[in-house]
């Protein structure tokens, strides 16, 4: 499958200069790319089931957003000497974005909010914040400033979700289990310790997460900062503590 | 990660759960087994346990939450009903080193129960260090109060110590006491409890300067006392001994004492290392209480926030939260920095006894010390 944005995914001529962990960096900014990318196809899908057109101009913007994020993690890729491919038909996210897409097919707007603002979005702003501590130079202040961005987008959805949940939370809460069990059941295949059900089709040769190390991450701070951020997500929703952690603890692992 | 943990508290302030509740338990595992316990149960029947080096890898990362509605009976007919919430301390960080990121989870914990609207704070193990000095830094309280739950703890450590040796045919009057972390809340207390009642008392405390202010206070009331920073330091053997110190794991050696001596170890975490050879030693797990009204906790955590061989049993700092509400006394009872008195215990033990909160049956390691007495099936030893 073509990437959407044609980065020319060759590895870097002979005679480009690499860091000794520039190839880790790669298959960590592809990810982030691809996750932006999906991001973008999905605020663009969400633009055509709004009602109000102010919703509608605001999606598009978020889509505009995502992709100068993936465009910026492209140029990090650049500086270090890699080209960063992307691949958002790779397995975990195709499922990802289907996901999505059905609650699309319902015009379902609380339901895309939820998987891409509670849910995808947790993911993302917990990883890049954590890769923004340890990335060398400006790919540190990349990761973090756009962790810092996303945050924003999540603050926007909640003020939204909360007055959903406020006429009627338990009917709001069943809601985000289902999709919880949808959506977080392949966020937290894709954030095991180890990739058990094959290559994810995103690193460029065998799996990036053994080699985290050596970047100062390890898949299992990812994990676990992405969880506790959904959970505290969740938390300023309103759900109980104690039911979240339960569907939290019954992730497959 | 501490930065992290510390936002919860702010979070948390804002947006957990409103649950109508008399009080809210604070507490925090004491092994990696007991964490596993808890996770196995959230996880639920229909999923497999998770692997220890998974264990491992997931809690430090769970945010101080409620897991669980708790419901405390009494006899005298009444009911309260409260929240365990886990501040989630991993049990292999309870050490010094991590005291910053720690306090931030017990803020967290404590920001949740006055959320949660809980009338009564009980603070458990390590969380009790929330009092000392700590509660300015809380959300606003709307009315919650803490207590350490310290006093009914030394209460139910001093009965121990009369029942093991009513049981074993000691004379207390005539016994040496030592206290290791005798300047601590607990130690303190026991110290004041029981200094009148034996010949003479051995404190043990890491700080020199509290031990000489306690040793002159109990001095003023007569009793012979001796202190020492170091256990080998005594120039007598103690036949009765009270382990109180704040240990991060089983770590203690008691070394010099005399045989077959009666010891409680009252720590939380345990105190006295599992190596530790003490021949003929009397050992009993001190500052249990059971609360015979019925505990009840939804979802279903009997036996695995309460891992004792006889049900209802619970920590003693727990059960005065639970007392004070069944009493309707929503007050801050416990206040930590060692002013428990022999008059404040006396008044938490009959509160708690009114609401049939009693000293659990007496057990160890290796089950109970009592002949006669049964243990929970399913209960193992060790």
Redesign the interface.
């Known amino acids: 499958m073509e990437p959407v944005i044609d980065l020319n995914c060759s590895l870097p001529s002979e005679g480009t200069f690499l860091t000794p962990f520039a190839l880790i960096w790669q298959d960590i900014l592809a990810q982030a790319m691809t996750g932006e990318l999906v991001a973008a196809l999905n605020y663009t899908a969400l633009s055509t089931i709004c009602d109000d057109p102010a919703e509608a101009a605001d999606a598009l913007e978020h889509a505009a957003g995502e992709q100068g994020h993936a465009a910026a993690f492209a140029a990090e890729g650049r500086k270090i000497g890699v080209d960063v491919p992307n691949n958002v038909n790779a397995k975990h996210w195709k499922r990802l974005r289907e996901a999505f897409m059905r609650r699309i097919a319902e015009r379902d707007f609380i339901g895309c909010l939820i998987v891409q603002e509670i849910m995808l979005e947790s993911f993302a702003v917990a990883s890049y914040a954590r890769a923004g501590k340890v990335a060398p130079g400006s790919m540190g202040r990349t990761f973090a400033s756009i962790a810092a961005e996303e945050e924003e987008h999540i603050e926007h959805a909640m003020a939204i979700l909360r007055t959903e949940r406020a006429l009627d939370a338990q009917r709001f809460d069943d809601k985000v289990h289902g999709l919880h069990l949808e959506v977080m059941t392949t966020l937290a295949e894709m954030l095991a ?1 180890e990739c058990t059900h094959g290559h994810c089709e995103v690193c460029h040769d065998s799996c990036v997460k053994p080699s985290l190390s050596e970047v100062s991450l390890t898949a ?1 701070e990812l ?3 992405s ?2 951020q959904y ?2 997500t969740l ?8 039911v979240t ?2 569907w939290v ?2 992730l497959p ?1 | 990660m501490g930065e ?1 943990v510390a ?2 508290a702010a ?2 302030a ?4 409103a ?1 109508d509740v008399d009080f809210a338990l604070i507490g925090h595992q004491e092994c990696w087994r007991a964490a596993a316990d808890v ?1 196995a149960v ?3 029947p229909e ?1 497999p346990p ?2 220890d080096d ?1 264990i491992r ?2 809690f ?4 101080p ?5 708790v419901e405390a009976g009494s006899i005298a007919g009444g009911k309260a009903r409260g ?1 365990y919430i886990d501040s989630f301390i991993p049990p292999d960080r309870l050490d010094a080193n991590y005291m910053r990121d720690n306090l931030a989870r017990v803020r967290g914990a404590a920001a ?1 129960a006055i959320k949660a609207g809980a009338k009564i704070v009980s603070l458990g193990g390590f969380s009790s260090i929330l009092i000392e000095g700590n509660l300015d830094q809380l959300p606003e309280r709307h009315g919650t109060v803490f207590t350490t739950g310290n006093t009914l703890t030394v209460g139910f450590i001093v009965q121990g110590i009369k029942k093991m040796c009513a049981l074993e045919g000691r004379n207390l009057r005539r016994s040496t006491l030592l206290i290791v972390g005798a300047t601590g809340d607990v130690g303190s207390g026991c110290a004041r409890c029981l200094a009148p009642v034996v010949k003479r008392v051995l404190l043990n405390a890491r700080n020199m300067e509290r031990l000489r202010t306690l040793a002159a206070e109990l001095e003023a009331d007569g009793v012979q006392v001796e202190i020492a920073t170091g256990l080998q330091q005594f120039s007598a053997e103690a036949d009765v001994a009270i382990c109180a110190a704040s240990l991060a794991s089983p770590s203690l050696l008691l070394g010099r004492i005399a045989p077959g001596a009666i010891v409680c170890d009252a720590g939380y975490p345990k105190n006295l290392s599992p190596s530790g050879q003490m021949a003929g030693a009397k050992i009993f797990f001190g500052g249990l209480g059971q609360i015979t009204g019925g505990l009840r906790f939804k ?1 279903d955590f009997q036996g695995i926030l309460n891992r004792h061989p006889f049900p209802d049993v619970v920590h003693g700092c727990l059960l005065e939260g639970m007392a004070l509400a069944l009493e309707r006394r929503f007050e801050p009872f416990s206040q930590g920095r060692g002013f428990i008195t022999p008059e404040r215990v006396e008044e938490i033990e009959t509160i708690a006894a009114r609401h049939g909160i009693f000293l659990a049956p007496l057990y160890n390691a290796d089950g109970p010390v009592e002949d006669g007495v049964e243990c929970l099936a399913g209960w193992s030893a060790g």
Do not use: T
Request: glycine share 10%; with cysteine; charged share 20%.
């Open positions: 310790r299992a994990r676990g900062a969880l506790r959970l505290k938390d300023m929703l309103g759900l109980p503590g104690e952690l339960a603890s019954q692992v | 992290s936002g919860v979070n948390v804002q947006q957990a759960p649950i996770l959230l996880r639920g999923h998770l692997p998974e890898d997931i430090p990362w769970i945010p939450r409620a897991i669980c509605h929240v949740y979802p």
